[in-house]
């Protein structure tokens, strides 16, 4: 939390709200302020180094939980939110690292061939 908090202060002060407030809150709402002045915010020496901290505590919350298994990223945007957040983990499942919507590779296929 304390990363996300002084890169808020850092980049997004006047999003920051006062104490007292819950941390959930807090972290909410500095990363929905973060997000919409991306890549802005992460353009400064400090913006880019709170950025990657955070990138390194995001990957390392994953391997704690077991969620390491991404094979390799997609290059096409994801069919339900459009963003290009797709992955292929080692089962062949294909998910999208953002709306979390997945799908087996048989289920993929069909969607792969889909019309664009």
Same mark, same amino acid.
């Given at each position: 939390?304390?990363?996300?908090?002084? &890169?808020?202060? !850092? #980049?997004? /002060?006047? $999003?920051?709200?006062?104490?007292?407030? @819950? $941390?959930?809150?807090? =972290?909410?709402?500095?990363?929905? #302020?973060?997000? @919409?002045?991306?890549?802005? #915010?992460? *353009?400064?020496?400090?913006? /880019? !180094?709170? *950025?990657?901290?955070?990138? %390194? %505590? !995001?990957? %390392?919350?994953?391997? %704690?939980?077991? &969620?390491?298994?991404? *094979?390799?990223?997609?290059?096409?945007?994801?069919?339900?939110?459009?963003?290009?957040?797709?992955? =292929?983990?080692?089962?062949?499942?294909?998910?999208? #690292?953002?709306? !979390?919507? $997945? &799908?087996?590779?048989?289920?993929?296929? *069909?969607?792969?061939?889909?019309?664009?």
């Amino acid at each position: 939390m304390k990363t996300v908090y002084d &890169w808020g202060l !850092h #980049s997004v /002060a006047n $999003s920051v709200p006062p104490p007292p407030v @819950k $941390s959930g809150t807090l =972290v909410q709402k500095i990363c929905d #302020s973060l997000g @919409k002045k991306l890549p802005s #915010s992460a *353009a400064t020496e400090p913006g /880019a !180094h709170y *950025a990657r901290r955070l990138l %390194l %505590l !995001h990957q %390392l919350s994953r391997r %704690l939980l077991g &969620w390491s298994d991404t *094979a390799f990223r997609l290059g096409r945007p994801c069919p339900r939110c459009g963003l290009r957040s797709l992955c =292929v983990s080692i089962d062949r499942t294909v998910t999208c #690292s953002y709306c !979390h919507v $997945s &799908w087996t590779s048989e289920e993929w296929r *069909a969607v792969d061939e889909q019309p664009g």
